[in-house]
């Protein structure tokens, strides 16, 4: 019955795909104006971790590296960011200027990225799955310990949100809804990007890498390298969110580094299905929005969320993704 | 299948993107289906961890506050009151986001609650940005007295300062010269030990030694012990609290320290929401804080009796400061005449707002925003086949310096 | 010197608690092939278990079979209805996720019934006490530890290594369809398995817990404490959760005296070192 209804609803969308996207545009572009301040906060954290959860898809979806320490990449873009841009006594306080800001950030991001990477993708599996924790860990204690930069267990306050421009044409994004829209161009960005990278040769060769990683080195691929540049892109995006985190939240906190963190993003990407893109975006507004909608109602709202989770992989284990799209193939 | 593509994107795509994003901006109005403005009464938002390690103090916390509002009727300033409670699962972020539900969709007066100092210092920025009020139940943090001071954000509990300060000195004078110093290295660790080392060492003490323990996980302090026990110290100062606070000091019983070397701590180590679990190890046990169950003034008396009846359980500190937290808004509302239009107001009187409270006399100081209160040293001892902490002696009442002077 | 043979004892005793945690998980992930994330809500579960038994029945002895038998049984309840259907490398991702909703559920259902103070469970009266021990009273229950851990170990070793049973198990580990194929009921060796390893988690939470006592979190720091533990010493083998364990234990225990504040630290450098240098942990028998 449901089948057939979500049919007849994809059919009819697929006819009217311009009527869609034109309602969809405005829908993004009016949201700010039209639903309470409270609500649009909410949309903005959905759409800081949809990126999040975006950036892993591309490590765990598409490459078959299952990470369980992406917030390690997450936290280091909160810390970075909030570090130079920060007026608190520790901080630097250089810049609120995203052309300065995001660079360094998915710089470092990066750096990091490739010295991990050199060492973890040498592994696989649940392996691969530990080192990945190992790692996020060391950050997570280095960040705990080293109060006198990144504020210890208080983590780093002050952060202010972020301008844009050059010279007299900056643009400072203070008001709730402004950095709505820096945050969906980003969304928008990495999404496209994603987009690209993932049906592009470099994409279907990741593909090839997590179906068979030996028949792609026999085939003369630099395995190795492949999956260290996924590790790299899947990191800097995740720094993206990490960045846009610290900023809304004027903070950076070592929970961005711990393991639930890690977690949650990794829950968020299987609930909304792998090697979609569309996936974690359903997963991540699921896994921020359920749990707080809950709590005001009932204070076993674990138990509720974690039925909700067991219902999904018994009965739609391809996620939510899965779900909406019923018996059709992949294109 | 049209295969249009848009910038090496396809139709098919931007049309999943969109339903994405679309049934991800949906679920937005759904929630906004709940709650709205109200006029007439106040509403106090209430934000507290009821889930997690902390659980326990967000319980006794909300208990003893509502004990409190039910004994004044939940009416205060010509108003009634009510509560509209969140978990802030002791994470900032979360904790940010349900304070803005709470200010921006529930339109609640103003704040009560944050256990974690973690939580206060990531939503500092939130309320002072939004110019709403709030009371702090818990969580220690010295900044937020001092460096990180906001006009908006009022303590009915303690800064970290506080009960460790007068610890020191008196301690010198009637433990021992020397001490060993234990805590988990952490922001309220670190709080603590300083202010109990600053008056020690300016009392001409000599610390033999500090060890700061993971956190937030402690694992196994067999490894701690030991190395108290090679220290050989003739006193050891520690802060611990919940499950770590119940390892360490059953540890500490174990390897027969007990009774040997006098521990000295940090009131929350050997409160009465760990001590049932402590057992005898923490027989003899002295601490600082500014309240014990077995205090002896008549509010106290009626307090813990009360609490007692309602809970279940005995009270413990916790709830002492929601309890205070209760009054604290009853008396700014009482002092507005229920007017909370205007913030201000509301900051204007706060300075003017003492009372008793079971913890002996309770006034707001103007410069650290904190309590002035009195410090007591207490002991654990067996009162009538429990344990509990009797109060030793009353050090007099102290006041957080609103500056990193001392510590 | 001391000190130093104290904090070795202590590292033993702590090593064999963490065998005691991390055999069952070793257990299952190393036969079935199955991540279970809530194994420390098996071990939670069976300590919060064992101390009603000791309030109720005022035994400790008891605790320790009624709670993995009530603890084992929910096992296989979970195992024959749900967790069957996950099984297969492809899967692990949607173990992942059930078994992190289970956990979240027990969770939450624990502190629900038992509450969210922190409780403790007494030794029992033959282990309480102190022996001397180069100068100072080292804990009589600590040292047990080590005896418990013994004899768990040799008592896994022999079921495994010496007894029939044992042996398909093994081959289970090397071959699952190779062992259906010989006409064993695969079905009935995962499940017993599989309960097997949560009693043993059960059990492993009884004995630890008049050490570390329970509490909300506790499940979740034991999990990633043996998580690390079996994937140090290398997965499916009993060889390797022991020596995981002894490696982690000893590891954790040295960095906490030296190190104190880099303890956390310690225990994943140490596990990322072992990958490093062995990508399959110690005694691993898949190749990664």
């Known amino acids: ?331 | 299948m049209t295969t249009n593509k848009v910038s090496g994107v396809t139709r098919r795509e931007l049309l999943k993107l969109s339903g994405a994003a679309a049934t991800a901006y949906a679920a937005g109005p759904l929630l906004s289906a709940c709650g709205g403005a109200a006029a007439g009464p106040v509403k106090a938002g209430v934000l507290l961890p009821y889930s997690g390690i902390y659980a326990v103090l967000g319980e006794s916390i909300t208990e003893a506050m509502k004990m409190y509002l039910d004994e004044i009727g939940n009416e205060a300033g010509g108003r009634k009151i009510e509560l509209i409670t969140e978990d802030t699962e002791m994470t900032p972020d979360v904790a940010q986001q349900k304070a803005r539900k709470l200010i921006e969709q529930d339109e609640v007066d103003l704040v009560a609650g944050i256990v974690s100092t973690g939580v206060l210092y990531g939503t500092r920025d939130y309320f002072d940005a939004s110019k709403k009020l709030l009371i702090c139940a818990n969580a220690g943090g010295n900044k937020i007295s001092r460096d990180m001071k906001t006009p908006y954000i009022w303590r009915a509990s303690f800064t970290n300062w506080q009960p460790n300060w007068p610890l020191g000195s008196w301690a010198y004078e009637n433990v021992a010269q020397k001490v060993f110093m234990s805590a988990p290295d952490y922001g309220a660790g670190h709080n603590m030990v300083d202010a109990f080392a600053n008056s020690f060492q300016a009392a001409g003490g000599e610390i033999l030694g500090t060890q700061f323990t993971p956190f937030p996980a402690m694992g196994d302090p067999a490894p701690f012990i030991t190395e108290i026990q090679g220290a050989d110290p003739p006193m050891v100062f520690c802060f611990y609290s919940g499950g770590a606070a119940v390892t360490f000091v059953k540890a500490y019983g174990e390897f027969g320290l007990s009774g040997n070397i006098p521990l000295v701590c940090a009131g929350f180590t050997v409160e009465e929401d760990v001590l049932p679990a402590q057992g005898e190890a923490a027989l003899g046990a002295q601490s600082g804080l500014h309240w014990a169950l077995l205090l002896d003034n008549a509010v106290n008396k009626k307090f813990t009796a009360g609490y007692k009846e309602r809970a279940g359980k005995d009270a413990n500190v916790f709830a002492v400061q929601g309890y205070d937290t209760g009054r604290v808004v009853a008396e700014l509302l009482n002092a507005v005449q229920g007017d909370t239009s205007d913030v201000n107001k509301m900051i204007d009187v706060m300075p003017g707002i003492s009372f008793d409270s079971p913890r002996g006399p309770f006034q707001l100081d103007a410069k650290s925003q904190n309590p002035t209160q009195h410090i007591y040293v207490r002991r654990v001892e067996d009162v009538g086949g429990a344990l509990h902490n009797v109060v030793i002696e009353d050090l007099g009442a102290f006041t957080d310096p609103g500056d990193d002077s001392l510590g | 010197m001391d000190t130093l043979i104290i904090q070795f004892l202590n590292g033993l005793v702590f090593s064999m608690l963490l065998f005691v945690m991390a055999a069952g998980l070793s257990l299952i992930f190393g036969q079935m092939n199955v991540i279970n994330l809530a194994h420390g809500s098996f071990y939670m579960l069976g300590g919060y278990v064992g101390l009603s038994t000791v309030r109720l029945l005022d035994s400790f002895w008891l605790a320790l079979m009624i709670a993995p038998l009530a603890v084992g049984a929910l096992g296989v309840a979970i195992e024959y209805l749900l967790l069957r259907r996950l099984y297969g490398t492809h899967r692990h991702l949607d173990q992942v996720l059930f078994t992190f909703g289970l956990a979240l559920i027990a969770a939450d259902l624990i502190r629900w019934n038992w509450g969210a103070y922190v409780v403790s469970v007494p030794a029992p009266p033959l282990l309480q006490g102190q022996v001397p021990f180069f100068g100072i009273q080292f804990p009589l229950y600590r040292l047990s530890l080590i005896g418990f851990g013994l004899i768990i170990a040799m008592l896994l070793w022999i079921f495994i290594e010496r007894t029939r049973i044992g042996a398909i198990v093994r081959a289970g580990v090397s071959d699952a369809r190779m062992v259906s194929g010989l006409g064993i009921n695969i079905q009935l060796v995962f499940a017993g398995v599989f309960a097997l390893g949560t009693a043993l988690a059960a059990l492993a939470g009884v004995i630890g817990a008049p050490v570390h006592s329970l509490y909300p979190g506790l499940d979740f720091e034991i999990l990633i404490l043996t998580l690390v533990v079996v994937v140090v010493g290398g997965l499916g083998t009993l060889k390797g959760a022991f020596f995981g364990s002894l490696v982690i234990g000893m590891a954790d225990t040295f960095g906490k005296a030296f190190l104190p504040e880099f303890a956390l630290f310690i225990i994943f450098a140490v596990m990322a070192m072992v990958l490093l240098l062995r990508p399959s942990g110690l005694f691993g028998l898949k190749a990664s």
């Not at chain 1, 810049?95 to 040498?122: K, M």
């Not at chain 1, 630099?222 to 969110?241: D, E, I, P």
């Not at chain 1, 990794?266 to 749990?291: K, N, W």
């Open chain 1, 1 to 331: 019955m449901i089948a057939i209804q979500l049919t007849n609803t994809r059919a009819w969308l697929e006819a009217h795909q311009r009527l869609v996207l034109a309602a969809a545009a405005i829908t993004a572009i009016a949201y700010p104006f039209v639903v309470k301040p409270y609500i649009l906060s909410l949309g903005i954290e959905v759409l800081i971790f949809a990126i999040f959860a975006m950036s892993l898809d591309l490590l765990l979806g598409y490459t078959g590296l299952p990470s369980f320490g992406h917030a390690a990449f997450f936290g280091l873009g909160a810390y970075i960011v909030a570090y130079m841009t920060s007026r608190n006594e520790l901080a630097l306080g250089l810049t609120d200027n995203l052309l300065l800001a995001l660079p360094v950030v998915l710089l470092a991001t990066a750096l990091v990225a490739v010295v991990v990477g050199f060492f973890a993708l040498r592994t696989s599996g649940i392996y691969f799955l530990m080192i990945t924790l190992a790692f996020a860990q060391m950050l997570f204690s280095i960040a705990i310990r080293w109060s006198s930069v990144t504020g210890g267990s208080d983590g780093l306050t002050g952060v202010p949100r972020p301008a844009l421009g050059l010279g007299g044409f900056t643009y400072a994004f203070e008001s709730r809804e402004s950095f709505y829209f820096l945050v969906l161009g980003l969304f928008l960005t990495v999404w496209l990007l994603l987009r690209r990278i993932v049906s592009s040769p470099f994409g279907m060769t990741l593909r090839g890498i997590r179906e068979n990683e030996q028949r792609m080195r026999a085939l003369g691929y630099n395995t190795f390298r492949y999956k260290t540049a996924a590790f790299a892109l899947a990191g800097m995006f995740a720094s993206v969110s990490g960045l846009l985190l610290a900023q809304y939240f004027w903070h950076a906190a070592p929970q961005n580094l711990y393991w639930a963190m890690s977690g949650q993003v990794l829950i968020m990407l299987v609930v909304g299905g792998t090697g979609t893109l569309t996936g974690p975006i359903l997963g991540a507004a699921l896994m921020r929005l359920l749990p707080n909608f809950a709590s005001t109602y009932t204070d076993r709202w674990q138990t509720l969320l974690g039925l909700v989770l067991i219902m999904f992989v018994l009965f739609a284990p391809k996620g939510i993704v899965g779900v909406l799209r019923g018996g059709r193939k992949q294109p």
